[in-house]
T-cell receptor, first 115, second 110 residues
Framework: GAVVSQHPSWVICKSGTSVKIECRSL??????MFWYRQFPKQSLMLMAT?????????EQGVEKDKFLINHASLTLSTLTVTSAHPEDSSFYIC???????????FGSGTRLTVV | GQQVMQIPQYQHVQEGEDFTTYCNSS?????IQWYKQRPGGHPVFLIQ?????EVKKQKRLTFQFGEAKKNSSLHITATQTTDVGTYFC??????????FGAGTTVTVRA
């Protein structure tokens, strides 16, 4: 089945530094990928839609200058959390849809802890 | 904006019993999808419902889409310990973005 690979699985960084998270579709091309954030015991909140070859679309309340998204190829989208602060600590997950009319495949997620 | 409500938030079930989780949308959906997330894991796609009144079964799981395409349910019969996790419904309206419900976290007592 379709696989979305996400790295790293977990990362601890110091406050003020930046962290890059990669999301790759391994056996299909994804012109669109989605980035979510999930706080403990809560649902998935869509942060942004990553579009190959064009600018990402951000959801209301999500700072585009803080959460930089790059979708340079049909199989790779990256999310960079810039100048991270402890409140950015969360579980970040990407997803893509291998085929129209089918469900979405999620990456394994990245647990970010900012200290 | 589109909102998808899901209840109950928690479901503690005796092994072997049945339970149901419900989703309601404030707007008509083009389709609704269900996902399962195990503790510490990521959401895994279970099923998609598209047609009004559609009912689909996967072994002990029965999924239903309402006639107005605004509500859905997931019914699990004879709950097993492998059913532990959080079940999310997610609605799709006109675009490709999913709107997730709050999830129902299921725990099972043997």
């Amino acid at each position: 089945g379709a696989v979305v690979s996400q790295h790293p699985s977990w990362v601890i960084c110091k406050s003020g530094t930046s962290v890059k998270i990669e999301c790759r579709s391994l056996d299909f091309q994804a012109t669109t990928m989605f980035w979510y954030r999930q706080f403990p015991k809560q649902s998935l909140m869509l942060m942004a839609t990553s579009n190959e070859g064009s600018k990402a679309t951000y959801e209301q309340g999500v700072e585009k200058d803080k959460f930089l998204i790059n979708h340079a190829s049909l199989t790779l989208s990256t999310l960079t959390v810039t100048s991270a602060h402890p409140e950015d600590s969360s579980f970040y997950i990407c997803s893509a849809r291998p085929e129209l009319g089918h469900g979405y495949t999620f990456g394994s997620g990245t647990r970010l802890t900012v200290v | 904006g589109q909102q998808v409500m899901q209840i109950p938030q928690y479901q503690h079930v005796q092994e072997g019993e049945d339970f149901t989780t419900y989703c309601n949308s404030s707007t008509t959906l083009s389709n609704i999808q269900w996902y399962k997330q195990r503790p510490g894991g990521h959401p895994v796609f279970l099923i998609q419902l598209v047609k009004s009144g559609e009912v689909k079964k996967q072994k002990r799981l029965t999924f239903q889409f309402g006639e107005a395409k605004k509500n859905s349910s997931l019914h699990i019969t004879a709950t097993q310990t492998t059913d532990v996790g959080t079940y999310f419904c997610a609605g799709l309206k006109n675009d490709y973005k999913l709107s997730f419900g709050a999830g129902t976290t299921v725990t099972v007592r043997a």
